[in-house]
């Protein structure tokens, strides 16, 4: 079975996920990448949006899921799959990576720290 594999690669979303109050209520910018595999025939055969799986929709998802704070980013990760599984079920396999943008640890200074979770 041929696969078609859809990457989105580091969407900027401003959220609230975190173990310290201040996160919680300032918030930190993060980057999403998401990884999604997906069986190709209609795809490449039909030329048609509903033969594929909906990048623009599948950003949304992660948007949504973005929306609602947890305390550790394995947290998050494991709900993006969740999520965009339960919307796009075509989906064979996948990753999705969330990156913290300067962390506040202090004494620390960094780009980023990141959790990937790979299906």
Request: net charge negative.
């Amino acid at each position: 079975m041929e696969t078609i594999t859809i990457e989105i690669n580091k969407l900027l979303i401003h959220a609230r996920h975190g173990v310290m109050d201040q996160e919680r209520i300032v918030g930190n910018d993060f980057r999403v990448s998401a990884r999604l595999v997906y069986p190709a025939g209609e795809a490449i055969e039909s030329d048609k949006l509903d033969g594929t799986l909906n990048y623009a929709d599948a950003c949304d998802e992660i948007r949504k899921v973005m929306a609602t704070p947890s305390a550790l980013l394995e947290h998050v990760c494991g709900r993006l799959r969740t999520n965009l599984t339960t919307r796009f079920p075509l989906i064979i396999n996948g990753s999705v990576k969330v990156e913290k943008l300067n962390p506040p640890i202090p004494g620390t200074q960094m780009e980023s720290v990141a959790v990937e979770l790979s299906w």
